[in-house]
């Protein structure tokens, strides 16, 4: 089976509807990040579930920033953009984020399927998951960092000329597997990795779903002393649905992309976008959900106000 993707040079045009997506991805997390920030320096604390938020959005800007800059830069007509230790950085650093992306999401249905789950029974697992979060954090970055050595090992700069067999040619970079064994391997691996993590994080979520609406109409159960647990648990529900949908329109992509000699690179472009549309736009959905984040961007924008309006009547 040929397994090499040969993709024809890059269009402006496709790698142009890119850039925007880009520029308010990292925006929207770089905002997140921000607020988060200010929450911990003015409140001196972080609820349970705020440090997995950050830690997402921190693992969304690594994907838009390592991936997708080099990729909009083609816009430019720059070529040879990276020389081979600039591949095997940019591909290495995009894998695990992308990886800890995924990871992430499914530690943070997880951990709220359990902080929700009624009766004695977890009730020592919910004290310990405080002090749960940042060991997980390290097992998560060094699993996925040791996943992902074979892009240290087997990414290269393009080279003229034609792309060997086993290649998975990226656009600005190629990733040589060299044998169909290692090829193999690797995508057994990574495929295994993430249909398990995604499996678990919709059968946590199917389970936070359950809760949900088993406990919809005791008002006292929910309105009143799990409201604030209910509007995270739903914030997850959703933000589990939106990578899920975009995953599974990456995989499609991806599948054909491997069953094909030939692939054009809108095909490619588009499934840069669809694998980036997670990054994007998450953060823009907890910041319209999460009170806390949305109260640090209204109050510096009322400040920015304030400030011009003085400047202003300055004058």
């Given at each position: 089976m040929q397994y090499t993707s040969m993709l024809a040079s890059s269009s402006d045009q496709p790698a142009c509807r890119n850039l925007p997506q880009t520029a308010m991805g990292i925006l929207g997390n770089a905002v997140v990040l921000l607020a988060y920030a200010n929450v911990l320096y003015t409140e001196g604390k972080l609820?349970?579930?705020?440090?997995?938020?950050?830690?997402?959005?921190?693992?969304?800007?690594m994907i838009?920033?390592?991936?997708?800059?080099?990729?909009?830069?083609?816009?430019?007509?720059?070529?040879?953009?990276?020389?081979?230790?600039?591949?095997?950085?940019?591909?290495?650093?995009?894998?695990?984020?992308?990886?800890?992306?995924?990871?992430i999401t499914c530690a943070l249905s997880v951990f709220q399927a359990v902080t929700i789950?009624?009766?004695p029974r977890l009730s020592r697992l919910k004290f310990c998951l405080p002090s749960l979060v940042l060991p997980t954090f390290a097992a998560l970055w060094f699993l996925n960092m040791v996943i992902y050595v074979p892009a240290l090992?087997?990414?290269?700069?393009?080279?003229?000329?034609?792309?060997?067999a086993f290649t998975l040619n990226l656009g600005f970079?190629?990733?040589?597997?060299?044998?169909?064994?290692?090829?193999?391997?690797?995508?057994?691996?990574?495929?295994?990795?993430?249909?398990?993590?995604v499996a678990l994080m919709l059968v946590s979520s199917g389970y936070i779903l359950l809760l949900l609406h088993r406990h919809s109409r005791q008002v006292r159960g929910i309105h009143r002393s799990r409201s604030a647990e209910t509007r995270a648990a739903k914030t997850v529900v959703t933000l589990v649905v939106l990578y899920v949908f975009f995953?599974?329109?990456?995989?499609?992509?991806?599948?054909?992309?491997?069953?094909?000699?030939?692939?054009?690179?809108?095909?490619?472009?588009?499934?840069?976008f669809c694998s980036s549309c997670y990054a994007f736009l998450s953060p823009y959905f907890i910041i319209s959900s999460n009170k806390k984040v949305k109260?640090?961007?209204?109050?510096?924008?009322?400040?920015?106000?304030?400030?011009?309006a003085d400047a202003q009547e300055s004058k």
């Open positions: 609820l349970n579930v705020d440090p997995i938020l950050c830690h997402l959005a921190f693992a969304n800007l838009l920033t390592i991936r997708c800059v080099p990729q909009t830069m083609t816009v430019f007509g720059l070529s040879d953009l990276l020389s081979d230790a600039g591949c095997k950085l940019v591909l290495y650093g995009y894998r695990v984020g992308r990886a800890l992306s995924i990871c789950a009624p009766g090992l087997y990414s290269t700069a393009p080279r003229n000329g034609t792309v060997p970079c190629l990733m040589d597997f060299r044998d169909n064994m290692l090829y193999i391997i690797q995508g057994v691996i990574v495929s295994g990795r993430d249909f398990s993590v995953f599974g329109i990456d995989n499609v992509i991806w599948i054909y992309m491997l069953t094909e000699s030939k692939v054009s690179p809108v095909v490619a472009d588009m499934r840069v109260a640090r961007i209204l109050c510096v924008a009322e400040r920015d106000q304030a400030a011009s």
